[in-house]
């Protein structure tokens, strides 16, 4: 089963979420700020980690970097969830490793396809309307 780590302080959108990717086949593991989402990445070593940014404890920005620059936890592909419609605030994700983006509200449809993309193709996709340019 494919196993997706949720980092999600808001209990409406992990509440949610959860069930829906749970309702898909997928087995859901909750983490409720950055601290806990970067030990549950180690432990459980997800096939992907939903990562919002706004987060207690350590930021969605700085759990993604350090989950990038680990060993055991770099190759996992991290989709960052994000209300920031800023793009410095993407730049910032993008400069940290994130794999890709996923605009809140979540249209549930648009994430699964993104998880399903990043799962598959095992390398990191950008969506045009996410964002226009990346150089990495
Ligand atoms: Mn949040």
Redesign the pocket.
């Given at each position: 089963m494919t196993k997706i780590l949720l980092v999600?302080?808001?209990e409406m959108n992990w509440d949610m979420l959860s069930r829906r990717l749970e309702r898909r086949g997928f087995e859901v593991v909750l983490a409720s700020d950055g601290r806990e989402g970067i030990l549950a990445a180690r432990s459980e070593i997800p096939d992907l980690i939903l990562m919002?940014?706004?987060?207690p404890e350590i930021d969605g920005w700085e759990a993604t970097r350090l989950l990038k620059s680990t060993p055991d936890t770099a190759e996992i592909p991290i989709l960052v969830l994000t209300a920031h419609a800023m793009m410095s605030d993407r730049e910032r994700a993008l400069h940290a490793g994130c794999d890709g983006f996923a605009a809140k509200p979540v249209e549930f449809d648009r994430l699964l396809s993104k998880i399903n993309n990043l799962l598959n193709r095992k390398v990191r996709f950008y969506d045009h309307d996410d964002c226009q340019t990346v150089a990495r």
């Amino acid at each position: 089963m494919t196993k997706i780590l949720l980092v999600e302080d808001n209990e409406m959108n992990w509440d949610m979420l959860s069930r829906r990717l749970e309702r898909r086949g997928f087995e859901v593991v909750l983490a409720s700020d950055g601290r806990e989402g970067i030990l549950a990445a180690r432990s459980e070593i997800p096939d992907l980690i939903l990562m919002d940014l706004s987060l207690p404890e350590i930021d969605g920005w700085e759990a993604t970097r350090l989950l990038k620059s680990t060993p055991d936890t770099a190759e996992i592909p991290i989709l960052v969830l994000t209300a920031h419609a800023m793009m410095s605030d993407r730049e910032r994700a993008l400069h940290a490793g994130c794999d890709g983006f996923a605009a809140k509200p979540v249209e549930f449809d648009r994430l699964l396809s993104k998880i399903n993309n990043l799962l598959n193709r095992k390398v990191r996709f950008y969506d045009h309307d996410d964002c226009q340019t990346v150089a990495r």
